[in-house]
């Protein structure tokens, strides 16, 4: 089936500790975004990307960075320089152009110790 | 950047009823998007609906461009239409703006 994976869904890490989330789409889409959720919060916008090897910030790029070496896969790096990583993460795509319909995989949720 | 308010920000219904939530957005949109969160946190995408109204199954959506705000209607719920409802918004910028969403719960 077509579809978003994310992996891990569940993460514990130590403070200090870079992390990888990993995002894969089978559904040929050329637009790929990261998201963070906060507890009752609405989705911020990390980074993303709308062709490989090219990706653009979003509102809160600070201590995080991404790759789009393939068109499937838009990992998302969390570094020790993000100062509140524990979040529930959420990759998404679309066809791209002015974004589209957005699909989204399960979330990761990052819990740094 | 653009503005999306949602209301209410909670809302509790008995098994049966019906319900409407709103979306409202500071500055015109040419993307609109409505989206449920299930409990275990998986977002689906509900309607794509930049203008008119769509309907599938028991919900259907609204948007009015031209006053800046959308509808969602659950009729007949459901305890498994339990979960926040995610309006997202996109201007003149390359970025989808989310509102902070609608918890809805469903007691059987």
């Known amino acids: 089936d077509g579809g978003i994976t994310q992996s891990p869904k569940y993460l514990f890490r130590k403070e200090g500790q870079n992390v990888t989330l990993s995002c894969e789409q089978n559904l040929n889409h050329d637009a790929m975004y990261w998201y963070r959720q906060d507890p009752g919060q609405g989705l911020r916008l990390i980074y993303y990307?709308?062709?490989?090897?090219?990706?653009q910030k979003g509102d809160i790029a600070e201590g995080y960075s991404v790759s789009r070496e393939k068109k499937e896969s838009f990992p998302l790096t969390v570094t020790s320089a993000q100062k509140n990583p524990t979040a529930f993460y959420l990759c998404?795509?679309?066809?791209?152009?002015?974004?589209?319909?957005?699909?989204f995989g399960e979330g990761s949720r990052l819990t740094v110790l | 950047g653009i503005q999306v308010e949602q209301s209410p920000p909670d809302l509790i219904l008995q098994e049966g009823a019906n319900s409407t939530l709103r979306c409202n957005f500071s500055d015109s949109v040419n993307n609109l998007q409505w989206f449920h969160q299930n409990p275990w946190g998986q977002l689906i995408n509900l309607f794509y609906i930049p203008s008119g109204t769509k309907q599938n199954g028991r919900l259907s959506a609204t948007t009015v461009a031209t006053e800046r705000y959308s509808l969602l209607y659950i009729s007949s719920s459901q305890t498994t239409d339990s979960g926040v409802y995610f309006c997202a918004g996109q201007g003149g910028s390359e970025k989808l703006v989310f509102g902070k969403g609608t918890k809805l719960t469903v007691n059987p």
């Open positions: 990307s709308q062709i490989v090897n090219d990706f």
């Open positions: 998404a795509s679309s066809r791209g152009g002015r974004t589209g319909e957005l699909f």
